[in-house]
């Protein structure tokens, strides 16, 4: 982080930091939670524009579960740009982003963002949306427990929970060294299939399905570039680099990639949940 910002407040506390994995769902997590990203190194890290892609492939996927006149909530949505879009486009959605950042509190016809918490906004709001979703979100959260059980009671029966995270099982992911964003105080938690299926059986849900992204074209050369280090060593993946810059081959190396894409996995996996409707006797 240190092109970046200073992070050893976050640290200053903690003489060790562990890394943990669930017996049963081989969910890896840090601890102590203590370290984990504060509201300072959040509105940091929103100053580069590389932070926060206004549209991702996980957006777009939600869609397939989006109907007319949903209630959509959510959660972590950042600047809102996923609600502002879904909700411009469609004035019959009604939509609610909760956002810990006061500066992007929002509020039109159909759309508004909150700051405030999950647990507190399910509170007073049970049984209530169509859709809850968090994209990015869940591997910065610390208390996964508690955070995964008020967006449940937040949903209707019948009602689709979405969650997309980083694909910690992923080609993109596993040839990466250094990937520090991929660590506290930014990330708390490592996800993966196995892990996020789990999720069903800790509350009523029941696994609709689990899709994992193919390699984006803004990652085309990062995986290429690890690829090559992890194959010939660093230097020779840094003079590999600075050939394609100097000749002007990122285009051809971009198209080459391309053709092999959909079968490389990258970073994000996306998995869907329905609520178990509670039958009455």
Known sequence: ???????????????????YECEKS???????NSIAGDSNFYEKLQEYDWYYMPWKWENEYCLNY?????????VGCGQGSFLKRVGSKNSS?????????????????NIEILNQTIEDYSALNENSFDVVCSFQVLEHIPKVYSFLEAKVRALKNGGYLIIAVP????DFLK????????MPPHHMGHWHEKSLTHIASLFNLELVEIAKEPLQKQHYLPYWHDNLRMKYGSLVAKIGMKFVKVFSLTNYLENKMSTKA??????????VYQKIETKLL
């Open 93 to 109: 959605l009604h939509c609610i982003g909760l956002e810990l950042n006061e500066t992007t509190i929002y509020n039109t016809d």
């Open 1 to 19: 982080y240190e092109k970046f910002l200073d992070v050893t407040y976050l640290f200053e506390e903690a003489e060790e930091i562990f890394q």
């Open 66 to 74: 989006i109907n007319d006149d949903n209630h959509i909530l959510d």
């Open 175 to 182: 040839c990466q060294k250094n990937a520090y964003l991929n």
């Open 167 to 170: 694909n910690n099982d992923s």
């Open 262 to 271: 959909n079968k490389i996995t990258g970073h994000t996996i996306l998995a």
């Open 26 to 32: 081989g969910f890896r997590f840090f601890y102590p």
